[in-house]
Nanobody, 124 residues
């Protein structure tokens, strides 16, 4: 069983930065691909970013590329999402997720465990 707990959400203004953290339980955290997804009311959950087990490869949605950075610290069982130059359209609930097979997917159906979500609101 893997438990994921997000933190760091909040209300910011357009252009500000915010960092989300996701703390994971489980001894084999370092083997998982970790991803961040976001969801707004009435919409499907959408891929934001992912990082493979070593941190050596990262993947981003086009909408956040060059603004967001995903990273992980396997010694702390934690994955981060640094969000810069935030826009009102970034407003959503952000979820971290773990893919136990270590794939490099942007499909939420490929992820096995999910956190409870963290609200990020960007005002204009």
């Amino acid at each position: 069983q893997v438990q994921l707990v997000e933190s760091g959400g909040g209300l910011v203004q357009a252009g500000d930065s915010l960092r989300l953290s996701c703390a994971a339980s489980g001894r084999t955290f370092s083997r998982y691909t970790m991803g961040w997804f976001r969801q707004t009311p009435g919409k499907e959950r959408r891929f934001v970013a992912a990082v493979v087990w070593s941190g050596g490869a990262t993947y981003y949605a086009d909408s956040v590329k060059d603004r967001f950075t995903i990273s992980r610290d396997n010694t702390k069982n934690t994955v981060y999402l640094q969000m810069n130059s935030l826009k009102p359209e970034d407003t959503a609930i952000y979820y971290c997720a773990a893919d136990l097979r270590g794939s490099r997917s942007n499909n939420p159906a490929e992820y096995d465990y999910w956190g409870q979500g963290a609200q990020v609101t960007v005002s204009s």
